[in-house]
Protein backbone atom coordinates (compact mmCIF):
# COMPACT_ATOMS: atom_id res chain seq x y z
CA UNK A 1 0.00 0.00 0.00
CA UNK A 2 1.41 3.37 -0.94
CA UNK A 3 0.80 5.84 1.73
CA UNK A 4 1.44 9.61 2.64
CA UNK A 5 4.08 10.13 5.18
CA UNK A 6 3.00 12.13 8.26
CA UNK A 7 6.54 14.25 7.41
CA UNK A 8 4.50 16.55 4.93
CA UNK A 9 3.00 18.14 8.42
CA UNK A 10 6.33 18.44 9.78
CA UNK A 11 7.78 20.13 6.99
CA UNK A 12 5.30 22.90 6.45
CA UNK A 13 5.55 23.72 10.30
CA UNK A 14 9.43 23.87 9.30
CA UNK A 15 9.20 26.03 6.60
CA UNK A 16 6.90 27.90 8.36
CA UNK A 17 9.98 29.05 10.58
CA UNK A 18 12.46 29.65 7.68
CA UNK A 19 12.49 33.15 5.74
CA UNK A 20 12.26 32.85 1.39
CA UNK A 21 15.75 33.03 0.68
CA UNK A 22 17.27 35.77 -0.66
CA UNK A 23 19.96 36.51 -3.42
CA UNK A 24 23.39 35.36 -1.76
CA UNK A 25 25.57 37.52 -3.77
CA UNK A 26 29.11 36.49 -2.02
CA UNK A 27 26.99 36.87 1.54
CA UNK A 28 28.19 34.03 3.21
CA UNK A 29 25.00 34.14 5.97
CA UNK A 30 23.39 30.48 5.75
CA UNK A 31 21.11 30.13 2.96
CA UNK A 32 17.49 28.25 3.71
CA UNK A 33 18.44 24.72 3.61
CA UNK A 34 20.98 25.24 6.32
CA UNK A 35 18.46 26.69 8.39
CA UNK A 36 16.18 24.10 7.92
CA UNK A 37 18.84 21.58 8.61
CA UNK A 38 19.25 23.11 12.23
CA UNK A 39 15.97 23.13 12.64
CA UNK A 40 15.34 19.85 12.12
CA UNK A 41 18.83 17.95 13.52
CA UNK A 42 19.30 20.63 16.75
CA UNK A 43 22.65 22.01 15.12
CA UNK A 44 24.14 24.21 12.62
CA UNK A 45 24.11 24.44 8.87
CA UNK A 46 27.46 23.64 6.57
CA UNK A 47 27.62 21.19 4.15
CA UNK A 48 27.36 17.69 6.03
CA UNK A 49 24.80 14.27 5.58
CA UNK A 50 22.63 15.50 7.81
CA UNK A 51 21.63 18.53 5.60
CA UNK A 52 21.25 16.89 2.95
CA UNK A 53 19.12 14.16 4.12
CA UNK A 54 16.98 16.14 6.42
CA UNK A 55 16.33 18.29 3.03
CA UNK A 56 15.60 14.96 1.29
CA UNK A 57 13.10 14.02 4.08
CA UNK A 58 11.35 17.70 3.68
CA UNK A 59 11.04 17.58 -0.25
CA UNK A 60 10.04 14.16 0.06
CA UNK A 61 7.14 15.39 2.67
CA UNK A 62 6.13 18.45 0.70
CA UNK A 63 5.77 16.03 -2.42
CA UNK A 64 3.41 13.95 -0.55
CA UNK A 65 1.17 17.14 0.48
CA UNK A 66 1.34 18.05 -2.81
CA UNK A 67 0.14 14.76 -3.99
CA UNK A 68 -2.67 14.45 -1.40
CA UNK A 69 -3.94 18.01 -2.45
CA UNK A 70 -3.58 17.04 -6.05
CA UNK A 71 -5.49 13.64 -5.36
CA UNK A 72 -8.43 15.41 -3.31
CA UNK A 73 -8.84 18.43 -5.75
CA UNK A 74 -9.56 15.58 -8.35
CA UNK A 75 -12.29 14.08 -6.35
CA UNK A 76 -13.69 17.42 -5.23
CA UNK A 77 -14.00 18.09 -9.05
CA UNK A 78 -14.86 14.70 -10.34
CA UNK A 79 -17.82 14.87 -7.56
CA UNK A 80 -19.40 18.04 -8.99
CA UNK A 81 -19.05 17.25 -12.51
CA UNK A 82 -22.11 15.05 -13.25
CA UNK A 83 -20.51 12.04 -13.58
CA UNK A 84 -20.94 11.27 -9.47
CA UNK A 85 -24.78 10.73 -8.90
CA UNK A 86 -26.56 9.62 -5.77
CA UNK A 87 -30.21 8.66 -4.49
CA UNK A 88 -29.59 10.56 -1.77
CA UNK A 89 -27.64 14.34 -1.99
CA UNK A 90 -26.20 13.93 1.49
CA UNK A 91 -24.35 11.56 0.38
CA UNK A 92 -22.23 14.00 -2.19
CA UNK A 93 -21.41 16.35 0.74
CA UNK A 94 -20.77 13.79 3.46
CA UNK A 95 -17.83 12.80 0.87
CA UNK A 96 -16.58 16.18 0.42
CA UNK A 97 -16.45 17.08 3.87
CA UNK A 98 -14.44 13.51 4.67
CA UNK A 99 -12.39 14.51 1.83
CA UNK A 100 -11.55 17.63 2.79
CA UNK A 101 -10.77 17.22 5.93
CA UNK A 102 -8.10 14.49 5.48
CA UNK A 103 -7.10 14.45 1.83
CA UNK A 104 -4.22 12.46 2.75
CA UNK A 105 -5.64 9.56 3.94
CA UNK A 106 -7.66 10.03 0.53
CA UNK A 107 -4.52 10.31 -1.62
CA UNK A 108 -3.54 7.12 0.14
CA UNK A 109 -6.49 5.28 -1.26
CA UNK A 110 -6.38 6.41 -4.65
CA UNK A 111 -2.62 5.74 -4.68
CA UNK A 112 -3.47 2.10 -3.22
CA UNK A 113 -5.87 1.76 -6.28
CA UNK A 114 -2.96 2.61 -8.60
CA UNK A 115 -0.14 0.49 -6.69
CA UNK A 116 -2.83 -2.27 -6.51
CA UNK A 117 -4.47 -2.29 -10.14
CA UNK A 118 -1.62 -1.33 -12.64
CA UNK A 119 -3.12 0.39 -15.62
CA UNK A 120 -6.29 1.69 -13.77
CA UNK A 121 -7.50 5.17 -15.00
CA UNK A 122 -7.15 7.92 -12.60
CA UNK A 123 -11.19 8.70 -12.70
CA UNK A 124 -11.84 4.75 -11.59
CA UNK A 125 -9.21 4.74 -9.17
CA UNK A 126 -11.00 7.98 -7.67
CA UNK A 127 -14.19 6.07 -7.67
CA UNK A 128 -13.16 3.40 -6.35
CA UNK A 129 -11.30 5.64 -3.73
CA UNK A 130 -14.81 7.05 -3.19
CA UNK A 131 -16.23 3.72 -2.27
CA UNK A 132 -13.46 3.23 0.20
CA UNK A 133 -14.23 5.92 1.86
CA UNK A 134 -17.91 5.16 2.52
CA UNK A 135 -17.59 2.14 3.48
CA UNK A 136 -14.97 3.29 6.21
CA UNK A 137 -17.09 6.05 7.82
CA UNK A 138 -20.33 4.17 6.90
CA UNK A 139 -21.66 5.52 10.11
CA UNK A 140 -21.76 9.32 8.55
CA UNK A 141 -23.59 8.34 5.76
CA UNK A 142 -27.87 7.92 5.99
CA UNK A 143 -28.80 4.88 7.65
CA UNK A 144 -30.78 3.88 5.03
CA UNK A 145 -29.93 2.01 1.76
CA UNK A 146 -28.78 4.46 -1.09
CA UNK A 147 -27.76 3.82 -4.45
CA UNK A 148 -24.69 5.47 -5.92
CA UNK A 149 -23.40 5.72 -9.33
CA UNK A 150 -19.77 6.38 -11.08
CA UNK A 151 -19.50 7.65 -14.80
CA UNK A 152 -15.87 7.33 -16.49
CA UNK A 153 -14.32 9.37 -19.36
CA UNK A 154 -13.67 5.97 -21.57
CA UNK A 155 -17.60 6.09 -21.44
CA UNK A 156 -18.02 3.17 -18.85
CA UNK A 157 -20.52 3.62 -16.12
CA UNK A 158 -20.93 1.10 -12.02
CA UNK A 159 -23.53 0.97 -10.05
CA UNK A 160 -23.68 0.51 -6.10
CA UNK A 161 -26.26 -0.43 -3.91
CA UNK A 162 -25.17 0.59 -0.60
CA UNK A 163 -26.50 -1.59 2.38
CA UNK A 164 -28.61 0.01 5.07
CA UNK A 165 -26.89 -0.56 8.53
CA UNK A 166 -28.13 -3.72 8.83
CA UNK A 167 -26.72 -4.81 6.00
CA UNK A 168 -29.44 -5.29 3.82
CA UNK A 169 -30.69 -3.90 0.22
CA UNK A 170 -32.69 -4.24 -3.35
CA UNK A 171 -29.57 -5.35 -5.09
CA UNK A 172 -28.40 -7.57 -2.31
CA UNK A 173 -32.12 -9.15 -2.17
CA UNK A 174 -32.43 -9.55 -6.55
CA UNK A 175 -29.13 -11.10 -6.35
CA UNK A 176 -30.06 -13.97 -3.46
CA UNK A 177 -33.30 -14.77 -5.26
CA UNK A 178 -31.78 -15.26 -8.59
CA UNK A 179 -28.88 -17.52 -7.11
CA UNK A 180 -31.85 -19.45 -5.38
CA UNK A 181 -33.69 -19.68 -8.76
CA UNK A 182 -30.63 -21.13 -10.44
CA UNK A 183 -29.84 -23.85 -7.65
CA UNK A 184 -33.76 -24.87 -8.16
CA UNK A 185 -33.67 -25.25 -11.93
CA UNK A 186 -30.20 -27.26 -11.16
CA UNK A 187 -31.92 -29.78 -8.43
CA UNK A 188 -35.02 -29.60 -10.86
CA UNK A 189 -33.00 -30.90 -14.03
CA UNK A 190 -30.92 -33.47 -11.47
CA UNK A 191 -33.98 -34.97 -10.10
CA UNK A 192 -36.13 -35.68 -12.76
CA UNK A 193 -36.71 -39.19 -13.64
CA UNK A 194 -34.81 -40.62 -16.80
CA UNK A 195 -38.70 -41.00 -19.60
CA UNK A 196 -39.07 -36.91 -17.81
CA UNK A 197 -42.79 -37.16 -16.20
CA UNK A 198 -45.11 -34.97 -16.62
CA UNK A 199 -44.44 -33.89 -12.80
CA UNK A 200 -40.96 -33.06 -13.71
CA UNK A 201 -41.72 -31.21 -16.80
CA UNK A 202 -44.04 -28.93 -14.97
CA UNK A 203 -41.37 -28.25 -11.85
CA UNK A 204 -38.72 -27.65 -14.42
CA UNK A 205 -40.91 -24.95 -16.70
CA UNK A 206 -41.97 -23.50 -13.04
CA UNK A 207 -37.36 -23.26 -12.55
CA UNK A 208 -37.09 -21.65 -15.44
CA UNK A 209 -39.81 -19.46 -15.46
CA UNK A 210 -38.73 -17.92 -12.21
CA UNK A 211 -34.81 -17.76 -13.10
CA UNK A 212 -36.44 -15.65 -16.46
CA UNK A 213 -38.18 -13.23 -13.83
CA UNK A 214 -35.61 -13.14 -11.61
CA UNK A 215 -33.22 -12.38 -14.31
CA UNK A 216 -35.81 -9.22 -15.25
CA UNK A 217 -36.13 -7.87 -12.06
CA UNK A 218 -32.40 -7.17 -11.81
CA UNK A 219 -32.65 -5.94 -15.20
CA UNK A 220 -35.26 -3.48 -14.51
CA UNK A 221 -33.54 -2.21 -11.50
CA UNK A 222 -30.36 -1.55 -13.19
CA UNK A 223 -32.46 -0.04 -15.59
CA UNK A 224 -34.42 2.12 -13.25
CA UNK A 225 -31.40 3.94 -11.86
CA UNK A 226 -29.49 3.88 -14.62
CA UNK A 227 -32.22 6.36 -16.23
CA UNK A 228 -32.46 8.61 -13.02
CA UNK A 229 -28.51 9.04 -13.96
CA UNK A 230 -28.55 9.55 -16.72
CA UNK A 231 -25.99 6.60 -17.45
Do not use: C
Not at 178 to 205: C, F, Q
Request: net charge neutral; glycine share 8%; aromatic share 6%.
Amino acid sequence: MISISSTSSAALIVLQQVQAPADRGNDTKPNAVDKIAAIVNGGTGGDSPEKTRAAARINSGLLDAQQAKGDASAALTYLESGKFKSSDPSVKQTLKMLISEDSERFAALVEEEKATKPGITNDNAIANAIYSLIESNREQFPAGEFVIGFRFANGGSNLINMPDANGNSTSRALSARHSANIAALITASETGTPEGSASDGGKMKDAVRSLQASMSDQAAWSKRWRDAFGF
